[in-house]
């Protein structure tokens, strides 16, 4: 009869029952009891148990999601697309978390695109190949354009230097040409611009805390000193973690990016000269410049365009481009954050 007795002595100074009623975990990593330990240490409680604190509130050696008490409610179910949980933290390069957290979840998240960014990169120009400018004449003057002798007349540095006016110009009594500007053949590839987030953002889970969660009670109890938030592919939120916002991994890009190569009139030189007689070397002439309204002497009948415009040697165009369409957003995520 000693010998049982003895037994229970002895077993009485191995079991550490603080570390079971308060629900410390076992070295093979199952914080329950087995059966027949509860019926011997484990009792009916008063005492409600908490889901989210890691501990057996209530005596029955079962903690938390292991608690009948708590394993039917929503805290305890298994949130479906989970992608991860942390602490949502906006701005900053894509992947960068604070020391002492972990990315976890989705990598880049971009909330929309700044479409204020559309510039083309890479657009280059060729050789100015022409010089163009548009000629209007009319019949009265003060060039307004209700009284415009149509149709205007395109200049270029590639035709005849000398043009014949029919003889509806004739009623000229004022005329104006436009600024000259050279024309280059656009060139350059991949001239598509990347598109600019305005924002970033992304779930950065302590380091200390556990990656395995699957639950809202885990990820409640494990990021209790933060406001936590978590990452699923679903549109909806699990309960309590209502506050919900929606993110996205990638975006979908088909924009075209038209590069065009523009040369301002000091690309260009030469004058315009309307002139009356047998041709562009008679002396009956008015000379034009460049964007002002020039009246002509009354009785001058202009009957060819002397057009020097041509391109000034050493000179180059500018090439710009914006990209046409907008990049689509895609492959959505929800973000669900504990009301703060
Ligand atoms: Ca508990
Ligand atoms: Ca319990």
């Known amino acids: ?20 009623t308060r629900g410390g975990e076992r070295p093979d990593g199952d914080d ?10 484990c009792r009916a409680s008063p005492l409600r148990e908490n889901c989210i604190d890691g501990i057996d509130n209530d005596g029955d050696c079962l903690v938390d999601c292991d608690d009948s008490e708590c394993a039917s409610g929503e805290l305890c179910q298994r949130i479906p697309g989970l992608l991860g949980y942390g602490v949502f933290t906006r701005g900053g390069p894509p992947e ?48 307004s354009n209700n009284q415009l002798i149509s149709p205007a007349l395109s200049l270029t540095s590639t035709a005849s230097s000398c043009v014949g006016l029919n003889d509806s110009y004739s009623q000229a009594k004022s005329a104006i040409v436009d600024p000259p500007r050279a024309v280059c053949q656009p060139d350059g590839t991949n001239a598509r611009p990347n598109p600019a987030w305005s924002q970033t953002a992304r779930l950065c889970r302590s380091d200390t805390a556990s990656q395995h969660c699957t639950t809202p009670a885990c990820i409640l ?15 909806t939120c699990p309960s309590p973690f209502t506050v919900k ?8 890009d088909s924009r075209t990016c038209q590069c065009t190569c523009m040369g301002g009139a000091p690309a260009c030189e030469g004058t315009v000269t309307l002139v009356e007689g047998m041709n562009c070397m008679a002396s009956n002439k008015v000379g034009l410049t460049y964007g002002e309204c020039r009246s002509t002497p009354s009785n001058f009948r202009p009957q060819w365009v002397d057009n020097g415009i041509k391109p000034k040697s050493g000179q180059s ?6 990209a046409q369409g907008r990049p689509m957003l895609s492959d959505p995520v929800t973000i669900c954050c504990l009301p703060p």
């Open 1 to 20: 009869m000693r010998f049982p007795l003895l037994m229970v002595l002895l077993c009485s100074a191995c079991w550490d029952f603080t570390a079971l």
């Open 32 to 41: 329950r009891l087995d059966g027949g330990d509860v019926d011997l240490l």
């Open 96 to 143: 960068l978390c604070p020391v002492g957290t972990t990315l976890h979840g989705p990598p880049s998240l971009y909330d929309r695109i700044d479409d204020t960014q559309q510039a083309c990169s890479g657009c280059l120009c060729g050789p100015i190949t022409a010089c163009v400018s548009e000629l209007r004449i009319y019949s009265n003057n003060a060039c």
């Open 221 to 235: 109890r494990e990021l209790h000193d933060v406001r936590p938030c978590l990452a699923t592919t679903e549109s």
């Open 245 to 252: 916002q929606v993110w996205y991994r990638t975006y979908t």
């Open 317 to 322: 165009c500018t090439p710009s481009g914006t």
